[in-house]
């Protein structure tokens, strides 16, 4: 495995990541409700994850490569509408059906539900819930000698949640050193900036502290993320990546605005928005 | 009455053994309680299937789903206030939401965990539990039946959540007892009054039964192993003939047997219905027996009162 992307490769991905934006804002604004800033801070980390990096199964316990899948938590589930996004452009399902999200008999519930849409592999959204999730996992695994890994998609603000520690510890006590955690470290929560409203301090430090290992990168990077990953998938404990991102990455009037964490664009803004994505 | 009493605690631990030995997919979680939950013997022989996630119950739980998203059937053990308390939102949230073969087998549940007083005695867990769609519940009354309980967890595919005493219990059923999910049983005809309870106080309204015989109260006993999903026709047929029900249960009357009765009835076959058990208060420190005394739930205290209301 090559540990660059090539030129061509960058090129690919950011199509793709300005699609799945662009996804993503139909998908919110259609829904009259979501979550954008938190999702468009994701994208990039999951188009690379999908698409360069995971052995992934669209087509679920079908696919000849089911057991040995490896594994994706989203902990800050109301990044959904990113995940579906990625989902369908993997071919989970049809592209068409990114417009039921968040209505009435949708498969593509608000929060991500593994009932529901095969291809989820837990249902999250309640944080500080998915790391332990991931833990569980990547012991199961390791019980049936699977080499697949265990991907953990974590908020900041999620860090906040005392159980992401409890988690923290039993994963480099069990020395899980087939789970990888992502921190969307994007500085912003709904009532403002993290460090405001509890400080989350520095996060690499504090998993370092827990036993991990630990990599700071620019999380809208490619070949930072990709690199960064293919170091993590190579580590003897626990690996985190903590990611700095922009929160509503993309789209200039959403960028870096906590007002953005829960709010549907309007028809204007979502045409302004797509202007930006083309 | 003195008669010999089994640690039920101590069935559950060896009837994880015997699972393990059968199956490599079942799994021990606890959450530094392995002596008291006695889930120590699965992990004495299954050293590398037992996690112990340390006092971490919100760890517990979720680790747990996350192995039986791999295809383990996690049991995941420590006490019923702390199981359904502390880590309520990971069990509804995570295991219960995803449906997943997670089994909670929580031990030191109700008044009858003693001398640590109210901050361990989970009188609420029932109520907590049944809430939650998709769990299944089961009250075990006696070693015979724990056993029965915990090995039909491990075969039927969902969250289970099982409440198993602190104190040790007397047999009641013998080895002709198979446990149906389905079924409440009916250990005794009566026409007076139907009483229905599980658990610990199965023994206690055993012996109750015998006081109201000799005062002239001809009873029929119900005993309910799985509050949910309850066994609707054995309660409904048995009201029918005599029209009038006690309910009996080491839980507050808030949320447990005898609201999950009240529930039924109301809708389908209006009776009246009275609730023995915790009134809405905590509990208090004492021995096991002087508790069960103190809040009217042995044989005695029970007869009195429903000689009290049938009269």
């Not at chain 2, 056993?147 to 059923?173: C, H, M, Q, W």
Request: proline letters at 2%; a neutral charge; one cysteine or more.
């Amino acid at each position: 495995m090559t540990t660059e992307l090539t030129a061509e490769d960058i090129n690919n991905l950011n199509t793709v990541s300005k699609k799945l934006r662009r996804y993503v804002l139909k998908m919110i604004h259609n829904a009259k409700s979501g979550h954008p800033g938190g999702a468009l801070s994701a994208i990039d980390i999951l188009n690379v994850l999908f698409t360069k990096i995971m052995t992934i199964c669209p087509d679920c316990e079908s696919d000849k490569n089911y057991l040995n899948r490896d594994r994706f938590i989203l902990s800050k589930g109301h990044a959904s509408a990113a995940l579906y996004a990625v989902m369908a452009h993997c071919g989970y399902f049809k592209e068409e059906e990114l417009l039921t999200f968040r209505k009435l008999g949708s498969r593509l519930q608000g929060h991500p539900c593994s009932n529901k849409l095969k291809g989820i592999e837990i249902s999250t959204g309640s944080l500080g819930q998915g790391l332990s999730i991931g833990c569980g996992m990547a012991i199961g695994l390791k019980l049936d000698n699977i080499n697949s890994k265990v991907y953990v998609f974590l908020g900041d603000g999620e860090l906040e949640e005392g159980s992401v520690w409890e988690a923290a510890m039993n994963a480099s006590h069990n020395k899980l050193d087939n789970l990888i955690a992502f921190v969307d470290r994007n500085n912003l929560q709904i009532d403002g900036s993290t460090e405001k409203v509890k400080s989350v301090g520095n996060v690499k430090a504090k998993f370092e502290a827990f036993g991990w290992n630990a990599l700071e990168i620019d999380g809208h990077d490619f070949n930072e993320i990709y690199k960064a990953i293919n170091n993590a998938k190579l580590s003897d404990r626990p690996f985190v990546i903590i990611a700095n991102t922009v929160k509503g990455k993309g789209v200039s009037f959403m960028e870096n605005n906590a007002n953005w964490h829960g709010k549907a664009p309007n028809d204007d803004e979502l045409k302004l928005a797509l202007e930006e994505l083309k | 009455m003195e008669r010999e009493c089994k640690s039920v605690r101590s069935a559950y631990g060896k009837t994880l053994v015997e699972l393990g030995r059968k199956n490599k997919n079942i799994v021990v979680l606890d959450a530094d309680l392995s002596c008291s939950t006695q889930t120590k013997l699965f992990a004495k022989e299954f050293p590398e299937r037992f996690f112990n996630v340390g006092i971490a119950e919100q760890d517990l739980m979720t680790t747990a789903a996350g192995l039986a998203c791999t295809g383990k059937i996690p049991f995941v053990s420590t006490f019923a206030m702390f199981a359904t308390g502390r880590a309520w939102e990971q069990i509804r949230n995570t295991i219960c939401y995803s449906n997943l073969n997670v089994k909670i087998a929580a031990t030191h549940a109700g008044i009858t965990v003693g001398e640590d007083g109210a901050s361990h005695q989970a009188l609420e867990d029932i109520s907590l539990m049944r809430s939650i769609p998709n769990m299944l519940i089961i009250v075990p009354a006696d070693e015979k039946e724990t056993i029965e309980a915990v090995k039909f967890a491990a075969s039927y595919n969902g969250p289970v959540y099982i409440r198993i005493a602190r104190t040790n219990l007397p047999d009641i059923f013998d080895n002709t007892y198979s446990f149906n999910y389905k079924k409440a049983i009916k250990l005794k005809d009566g026409s007076d009054v139907t009483l229905i309870t599980n658990g610990e106080t199965l023994v206690e309204t055993i012996d109750c039964v015998k006081i109201l015989s000799e005062n002239g109260i001809n009873s029929e006993i119900i005993h309910v192993p799985v509050i949910k999903p309850i066994d609707a026709e054995t309660i409904i047929n048995s009201v029918k003939k005599t029209n009038r029900v006690v309910t009996i249960e080491n839980h507050s009357i808030i949320g447990g047997l005898g609201s999950c009765v009240c529930e039924l009835l109301s809708e389908i076959y209006p009776a009246k219905v009275t609730r023995i058990g915790t009134k809405d208060e905590f509990g208090q420190s004492g021995q096991a027996k002087e508790l069960l005394d103190f809040y009217g739930l042995t044989a005695k205290k029970l007869a009195e009162k429903i000689i009290g209301i049938i009269k």
